[in-house]
């Protein structure tokens, strides 16, 4: 059982805010990655990190930033959200030799 | 570009008979496959994976079969319980040389009728 921690679950917020989506794992993982999923989409990476101070964009733009300053801690922020931000944001790790990726419970983003 | 497709957004099954959720994806390089499964208000869980190099994976109930020269993978539910009604997605990832970087499909969502 994977053990990945994603708060808030739910965050509705007004436009121009600044807004910190948490995320931890308690597995010792070095990779860790944010997606972003719209209802009936796929999901798209937007961030992934390969261990501490490494953090890189995904395949889908975003105008979040990410930091990983500790191995098990890889918050997501927007500095000014908009309601184009609503989505579902749902951050994954992965071991180092290992394929699979375990997913938190997500973030359910509504801007308004 | 959507590089995994799964092009049937929703599938009803009767419980007990056998459920077949399908995929296809456009990237030769991918060289693992993975079926993640996702209930309401949570995030996907792993089910089943299966490597580039096999064309078959059976754990229980369920059961991935990969087609490379088609490009086409598929995951088998048999029996069909209630229980397995979610979303599943399928993934393909390019690999630990690449992050694991993974690429989604949209989901089919499985409807299993008791």
């Known amino acids: 059982e994977a053990d990945i921690y994603q708060t808030p679950r739910y965050l509705v917020i007004g436009t121009g805010k600044k807004i910190t989506l948490e995320c931890s794992q308690t597995m010792g993982h070095d990779k860790m990655y944010w997606y972003q999923q719209d209802p009936g989409m796929e999901l798209h990476l937007i961030h992934y990190s390969y261990g501490v101070n490494s953090t890189e964009k995904g395949d889908l733009s975003s105008e979040s930033t990410v930091s990983r300053i500790r191995t098990e801690h890889f918050p997501l922020t927007l500095e000014s959200a908009r309601p184009s931000h609503t989505s579902q944001y749902l951050c994954?790790?992965?071991?180092?030799?290992?394929?699979?990726?375990?997913f938190g419970p997500g973030t359910r983003l509504l801007v308004l | 570009d959507q590089q995994v497709k799964q092009n049937s957004p929703s599938l009803s099954v009767q419980e007990g008979r056998i459920s077949i959720l399908n995929c296809d994806y456009t990237?030769?390089?991918?060289?693992?496959f993975l079926w993640y499964k996702k209930y309401p208000a949570e995030g996907p869980t792993f089910l089943i994976s299966?490597?580039?190099?096999?064309d078959k994976n059976e754990d229980g109930r369920f059961t991935v079969f990969l087609n490379k020269s088609a490009k086409h993978l598929s995951l088998h539910i048999v029996p069909s319980q209630p229980g397995d009604s979610a979303v599943y997605f399928c993934a393909a990832s390019l690999g630990e040389y690449n992050f694991n970087k993974f690429y989604f499909g949209s989901g089919t969502k499985l409807n299993v009728k008791p």
């Open positions: 994954a790790s992965s071991g180092r030799y290992q394929e699979t990726q375990y």
């Open positions: 990237n030769s390089m991918f060289d693992y």
């Open positions: 299966i490597s580039s190099i096999k």
